[in-house]
């Protein structure tokens, strides 16, 4: 099986010839405490809305990711996911020169060779758990007019010093440089948006967040992404937008961010405790070596000489685990894959499949 993006449920299930519901997916880094039951409700409630097309101006969605995100109306837009969100701003910066520490998310790259950008790679040391080097990457901002950053990053799991990543961007805007920081994953941090630069938004006119509901309210299938950045590159995107990218259901989450702060505080603590309890049991296993992780999801490294992932991905995926196998990212080659952090008792069955795979060669 191919793995372009984790999640391919149905990949893996025509693949397999295993129903879906019998395949439990590690591959997908959601929240895992699944969707909250008050969302549901909304959805629920709201079904009725889907008669009707959305606002085509989003507004009561916008005034609500605005409350949420804690900036002005004018410097938010809602997207189709985190997808649209990506494509949608490169579209407007055109960058030509695009510094951007791998492995990271592939889309970045599509996004800025899209519209004829270069990306610049900066190759992460495994040494250093892919840790970003700030004082490395600042040197190179004569070189580029933008920066791509993941905070936390997909996939080595790693969170970005909050203070070295604020100069780093005081340090770009004084050459003209724009960076971009993709907080899908924020709220999924021990300090949850305590983490995020939303807050320093208005300090800087060269930064750009992109951010997601889709992980934290586990909701990939309902697509609901924004940016954050000043209004008059909002202006921009909004005249490049699609009419309706974002459909009613997405529209009806808006209505849970005004009530969810005690679900995202229950999240923090499931989150904490169960990643540092499955990156403790998988170091336990000799043939594995896990990257101590910031959010719900952890890079391991396969240290068998005997074994690469796909073996290893091919072997878990028959037995109904799905695992990413991440060899695919630049930066890494066949001895990475990727295991989201889910609950206890799923987290266990991973480690019994593991041991089982590796053990019974």
């Keep these: 099986m191919s793995q372009q993006h984790g999640g391919n449920l149905y990949n893996a299930s025509q693949a397999l010839q295993i129903p879906m519901a019998a395949l439990l997916d590690f591959s997908a880094n959601l929240n895992p405490l699944g969707m909250p039951d008050a969302l549901q409700d909304i959805y629920k409630n709201g079904i009725h809305t889907l008669l009707h097309y959305p606002d085509p101006d989003y507004t009561v969605l916008r005034a609500q990711l605005s409350q949420y995100a804690g900036v002005p109306v004018p410097c938010v837009l ?7 969100s990506i494509f949608l701003l490169f579209e407007v910066l055109k960058p030509k020169r695009v510094l951007m520490p ?4 592939s889309e970045y790259g599509q996004a800025i060779e899209r519209v004829g950008g270069v990306v610049v790679p900066f190759v992460l ?5 892919f840790q970003v080097p ?3 990457l600042k040197p190179l901002l004569h070189t580029v007019d933008c920066v791509m950053l993941c905070n936390p990053n997909n996939p080595t799991s790693q969170l970005l010093d909050k203070q070295a990543l ?16 993709d907080e899908a994953f924020i709220e999924l941090t021990e300090q949850g948006v305590g983490n995020s630069t939303a807050p320093y938004l208005s300090q800087h006119d060269n930064l750009y967040i992109i951010r997601a509901l889709t992980k934290i309210f586990a909701i990939p299938g309902v697509r609901l992404g924004y940016v954050l950045a000043k209004a008059d590159i909002i202006e921009k995107m909004k005249a490049r937008k699609m009419c309706w990218s974002v459909n009613g259901l997405a529209v009806l989450t808006g209505n849970y961010l005004s009530q969810c702060q005690a679900f995202l505080a229950q999240t923090r603590a499931c989150v904490t405790t169960e990643k540092n309890w499955l990156f403790e049991q998988i170091g336990q296993i000799a043939a594995l070596k896990p990257i101590t992780p910031a959010t719900n999801f952890i890079l391991v490294k396969v240290i068998n000489d005997n074994l690469n992932v796909q073996q290893l991905h091919t072997t878990m995926a028959r037995q109904g685990i799905l695992i990413r196998n991440a060899s695919n990212f630049d930066g890494l080659n066949e001895q990475f894959f990727r295991v989201a952090v889910r609950q206890r008792h799923e987290n266990l069955t991973l480690l019994q499949t593991l041991k089982r795979v590796l053990f019974s060669r």
């Design 166 to 181: 604020l100069s780093f961007i005081a340090d770009a805007k004084a050459l003209g440089v724009r960076v971009v920081v």
């Design 125 to 129: 040391c495994e040494e250093d758990s």
């Design 134 to 136: 700030f004082e490395q």
């Design 102 to 105: 791998v492995p990271t998310f």
């Design 78 to 84: 809602e997207g189709n996911g985190a997808t649209e």
